[in-house]
């Protein structure tokens, strides 16, 4: 099911975490994998490990908010395998602070990385996707973009907009067989949210109607059908992984 044989998938901040998960899932379904992250030893674990499990990678160590490097990356990808077939925009960053007492440069990063490195990404890979009539692109957004969150103005507007460039690129390339859609995660249980004061866990889940985080591989397992050919004719679609959360 889902067979990604044959495919080659970018995926952006896939050292650690939801990004991680996402390339093991798509190696797993026999994609090969471009791992980029600015975290170069995590990177190079990330790389072991899918090599350990059999499957094809190599790696980038690059920012997403360079737009030349992203271009040079996509560049080095196809001498190397000729192709991107499939994108997974994950990489991003919080700088979370009440609007009142935001920093503009924190306001700016987060755009910058989360909105920005995404832009740059897809328009990167584009060219070749419509050159050979096919891509799959999936970003990562956030139930917060939808449902709204005390202290991550920024983060919201990052993820908002990475909604509607998803939208926006969608009914673009529509005609060249090419998808572009989200998926909004909710709360997913993390190394970041094991530390969280158990008060403040208590609260999470309890505006969780399934009264549990998500966990990353429930993430990866969402991007993966995006990806697939069974999802061919979904796109400009937010994919809501949140444990009803939010219910559009």
């Not at 650690?16 to 190696?27: E, P, R, S, W």
């Not at 920024?154 to 990475?162: C, D, E, F, R």
């Not at 609260?203 to 990353?216: A, E, H, V, W, Y």
Request: net charge neutral; hydrophobic share 45%.
């Amino acid at each position: 099911m889902f067979d990604l044989e044959g495919k080659v998938a970018l995926v952006t901040g896939s050292a650690q975490g939801i990004g991680k998960a996402i390339a093991l899932n798509l190696v797993e379904g026999g994609a090969r994998i471009v791992l980029t992250d600015m975290r170069e030893a995590k990177l190079n674990e990330a790389v072991k490990e899918i090599e350990a499990q059999g499957g094809k990678a190599i790696r980038f160590c690059v920012d997403v908010t360079d737009r030349e490097a992203v271009q040079k990356m996509v560049e080095q990808t196809l001498e190397t395998w000729e192709k991107v077939d499939i994108l997974v925009n994950n990489a991003g960053i919080t700088r979370d602070s009440l609007i009142l007492r935001m920093k503009v440069e924190d306001w700016q990063a987060v755009l910058k990385t989360n909105l920005d490195g995404t832009f740059h990404c897809i328009q990167a890979v584009l060219p070749g996707m419509v050159r050979q009539r096919y891509g799959r692109i999936v970003s990562i957004a956030s139930v917060v973009a939808q449902a709204g969150n005390v202290g991550q103005a920024n983060y919201i507007s990052s993820k908002a907009g990475i909604i509607g460039l998803t939208k926006g690129v969608a009914a673009e390339v529509a005609r060249r067989n090419i998808t572009v859609n989200a998926v909004a995660p909710g709360f997913i249980a993390t190394s970041m949210t094991e530390n969280l004061p158990p008060e403040i866990k208590e609260k999470m889940l309890s505006i969780i109607p399934m009264g549990r985080m998500g966990t990353d591989a429930e993430i990866a397992a969402g991007v993966r059908f995006l990806v697939s050919e069974e999802a061919r004719y979904i796109t400009g679609h937010v994919l809501n992984i949140n444990g009803g959360m939010f219910m559009a």
